[in-house]
């Protein structure tokens, strides 16, 4: 079983993100919420997740510095974002600081099939 | 897609918001345009939701529903029936809603920009006078209002 660690300063999108996991395959995951990128960031270091999914835009730290301050200490978790903006700019700021994938909400379980599969 | 230089075209917008309502939402009940909206959001209990992009593009997306959408929204959303929602819930909800659609207007739009996260309110929404409408989406859902607008400073 594959820990993957949902974070998200919604607690409704974090409850449609661990839902649509169940949707494409992955309900016999363990999975933790972070609130924000901060809580991100202290929960993959506490509780080494094997998939980070993140949205870009939360208090306290953002998503994009979240994975920049993981990849800089050394950590390579798997890391995906699910967020509202998928401009080619965003894709490209995230792809450069480390980032495995963009999936834009609104999504569906077809699309987190597609970028997840293979992952864990 | 079109897009001006003030802002989205209604038609994007329109698009932009069926997509993240019937993804989230369902298809159960559509989201039908209306096309003979009053200028004031008709509803006399409303939530309103807005978010603002600043850059290469700057202007700000809101979201109007009358109370009993931003209940049956959160319900939805949260996959919850009949249990009690709270206010927090509420606006989380709508925040959202107005997240994902202001997010995907801003990508159809010159960048590179920044985008807020939501401002959340129980009532209509207000504008300021330096900001003027540039598109706005008047819709029904089972019966009750919906709108989506855009505004952009003046030129």
């Known amino acids: 079983m594959s820990k993957i660690l949902v974070a998200d300063d919604s607690k409704v999108m974090r409850q449609i993100v661990v839902r649509t996991l169940r949707q494409a395959g992955y309900a016999g995951h363990d999975i933790i919420e972070a609130e924000n990128g901060r809580d991100c960031l202290d929960k993959t270091i506490a509780e080494a997740p094997d998939l980070i999914l993140s949205d870009w835009n939360m208090p306290e730290m953002n998503g994009i510095d979240c994975l920049a301050a993981l990849r800089a200490s050394g950590n390579q978790t798997p890391f995906g974002f699910v967020t509202s903006e998928g401009s080619d700019d965003m894709r490209a700021r995230a792809a450069s600081t480390g980032a495995l994938f963009l999936i834009a909400k609104p999504f569906t379980a077809e699309t987190f099939e597609e970028h997840l599969r293979g992952l864990l | ?155």
């Open chain 2, 1 to 155: 897609m079109t897009v001006t230089q003030t802002g989205p075209a209604l038609a994007d917008v329109q698009a932009i918001t069926e997509q993240v309502w019937s993804s989230f939402l369902g298809d159960e009940e559509p989201l039908l345009q209306r096309f003979d909206a009053p200028s004031a959001f008709p509803a006399e209990q409303a939530w309103s939701a807005a978010v603002s992009v600043h850059g290469g593009w700057t202007g700000s997306i809101t979201v109007e529903l009358s109370v009993a959408v931003a209940q049956a929204l959160t319900h939805l959303m949260l996959a919850t029936d009949d249990e009690p929602i709270e206010d927090a819930d509420i606006a989380d909800a709508v925040g959202e809603l107005v997240n994902m659609v202001g997010g995907n207007v801003k990508s159809l739009m010159p960048g590179p920009s920044a985008l807020t996260l939501p401002v959340v309110a129980a009532g209509r929404a207000a504008h300021a006078t330096d900001l003027t409408e540039v598109a706005r989406f008047d819709a029904v859902w089972g019966g009750e209002p919906v709108r989506v607008s855009v505004h952009a400073p003046r030129a």
